[in-house]
């Protein structure tokens, strides 16, 4: 006989369920009412202890009744009945729900088991409906819990199931969607509901392209687990996040972050905006202009920058004070508001720079004239209560075709703006590619030039200054010259201008005086005592209120006398703007012992008077009154009337660029006392001084010196 191998495995573990007495057991600790019967004389056999707690009975008052008895008469034929159909179907279980119908006061769920064996039985398991009905209760009281909190909460709530039909939202939610509020229900979908918010007007972003906004906020939607922002149509800005729960469905906040985002855009303003003025600044006018210039398809479309300089700004600050000097920016920039349309840009992106980027003015614009209207009306501003103030300006003009995108426009219009400085004041220039070909080459020769300073190569070289009446050397002037290691020897004219422009001048200054200083200790052991040498200093070094104490350290550091270090000034440098600061520093540096003079005299704009506000002590009559001058009538009248002046206010003249003993002979006739040029040496560099003046025996020779003092 074949066995069942399944069945036996069955009948074996039942088997060890027995011997270990677990059914005992689990009937004995059970929590349901268990009550056993003989199905055929409906006798009770047997009740577990939540049974008889059920009942108040005991298992010997158990044993003495019938199922019947337990049963109120009314109900014992249904129940009779029920037992016998039970019996002789071919059913084993019959689930009831009864209400006061069995030997309980309460309802009750009855499920009867028919066990057939030796003798059938009936197993009958009871649940009161009272616990159901108390966690129904629970249940109910927590949902109800759970749906206040969900309203007192501050931001918008909203739960879809795993269909993504909408289950429960707050009054919060459906304030922030108060157009699409009819659609928000139980039971409608998300896309219905953003359907109905489309069709209405609910998104400010969607207006316009309502079918590819839908697609992008469904694909968010369904992403996973995401954070965005959306702006309502009232203005209102709200952060939503959706997260997926553990059913499929999804989960939503939303947060009104509108006062945020004002304060975003109050800084954004605020990093945008010049606090003075309120025009743009730098950062704000670099982003606009990159939008436009990308935003254009015809590069006569684009905007045309005006780059302007205010000369003679700093200059007002330093002598009226910074409150006349913002109302006279104030008023420069309210002058560009009435003169800029409505889509036009303006921007302060400097002390004394401002930018005007006109919009929309086409092909035939002439942005040069339009340049040349400003300066005018800059012009007017250097007025104020009565007072001319000396106020001009300088523009660079591009467009946006000629020069790029961005920051590369600004760029462009500044490299303008400078050859418009170069041309003089109250001058514009339009932008050309060469300018950027040419700053491209000083860029490179300014990081040679760095290179030059750190490796030694700028060094100065020494002209001699001679005294035209005795021929004797009375000084040397200082002249910076760079030793190119490919191009030789360089002159200052050739690299100092790119210099300035990338601030090396003060590297430079520094480097001359320390060398000249040197050079003026060398002299004095030579015992040439009564030789100076002169060092020519920049604009911004003479303006440094810290130049005295520079000097001071050289002298010191080399035990010189200030009588021994005489200090060139350019003319220009009377008229730059930070004139006062250089009053102030020359006054410091004449109390000090140094002697001031003034180079290439006759070639600037300074008027005579100013001589003495400078206490200068000689001028430096420039070359070209010089050259030629022996056959040359017109530059005999004009340089004996600037000599035979400097001379009635004690003044004395140098003449520069003597090449000729002529030149020299026509000098000393018309007054001129000493002579700087070709006709007595080139500039040499130190070492070569001694030589120098071995060979015109204002030096003794090394073999006559080792003579004398031995």
Known sequence: MKTD?????????????????????????????????????????????AALDLLGLTMREVRQYRL????????????????????RSRRHSLRLSLQRQLFLPFGADVVAYRIDGVRSTLALVVQDTRKKVAALDKAASAEETLRSAIDALPDGFALFDAQDRLTVCNERYRDFYRISAPAIRPGATFEEILRYGLKHGQYAAAHGREEAWLAE???????????????????????????????????????????LKRQK???????????????LNRRGLRDDLERLCTSTTKPSDGPVVLYINLRGFRLINDVHGTDIADQILKSVANGLRTYGRQDDLLARIGADEFVVALVGRGAGFDALQAARDVIAFIKRQGTLRGRLLNLSSNIGV??????????DILTAAGLAMNAAKALGRDEACLYHSDMHIRAMRENEMALEVQEGIAKGQVLPHFQPQIDIATG????????????????????????????????LTEAIDELMMRQSCAAARQLLDWGKADTCISINVSAPQISDPDIVNRLSRHLSRFKLDPRQIRIELLESTLLDDRTSQILQNVRNLIRAGFAIELDDFGTGHAAIATLRQFAVSRIKIDRSLVQ???????????????????????????????????????????????????LHA?????YDLRAFLVARGELPSAAAEACRQS
């Open 217 to 259: 906020r469904l694909a968010a939607h369904y992403s996973g687990d995401h954070t965005i922002e959306q702006q309502l149509d009232d203005g209102r800005w709200l952060r939503i996040y959706e997260h997926s729960t553990a059913s499929g469905g999804r989960v939503g906040l939303r947060i009104d972050i509108t006062d």
């Open 398 to 407: 591009v467009s946006c075709g000629e020069a790029g995108a961005g920051s």
């Open 472 to 503: 004797r050397v009375i000084g040397f002037e200082a002249l910076v010259r760079w030793h190119h290691p490919d191009r030789g020897l360089v002159p200052a004219a050739q690299f100092l201008g790119v210099a300035q422009g990338a601030g």
């Open 265 to 279: 855009e109050r800084l954004r303003q605020t990093l945008r905006t010049d606090e003075l003025t309120g025009l």
């Open 5 to 49: 191998p399944e069945q036996t495995a069955h009948l074996s573990a039942f088997q060890e369920l027995i011997a270990r007495d677990v059914p005992r057991r689990l009937f004995e600790v059970s929590n349901d009412a268990l009550i056993v019967a003989d199905l055929d004389s409906r006798r009770l056999v047997c009740l577990n202890p």
């Open 682 to 686: 080139k500039p040499m560099p130190l």
């Open 628 to 678: 030629h001058i022996d056959s040359d009538t017109e530059l005999q009248l004009i340089t004996s009337a600037l000599i035979n002046l400097a001379s009635r206010l004690g003044i004395n003249a140098l003449a520069e660029g003597v090449e000729t003993l002529k030149e020299q002979e026509l000098l000393q006739r018309i007054g001129c006392n000493s002579a700087q040029g070709y």
């Open 68 to 87: 019947d008895d337990l049963v109120p008469m009314a109900g014992a034929p249904r129940i009779a009945r029920l037992i016998r159909l039970f019996a």
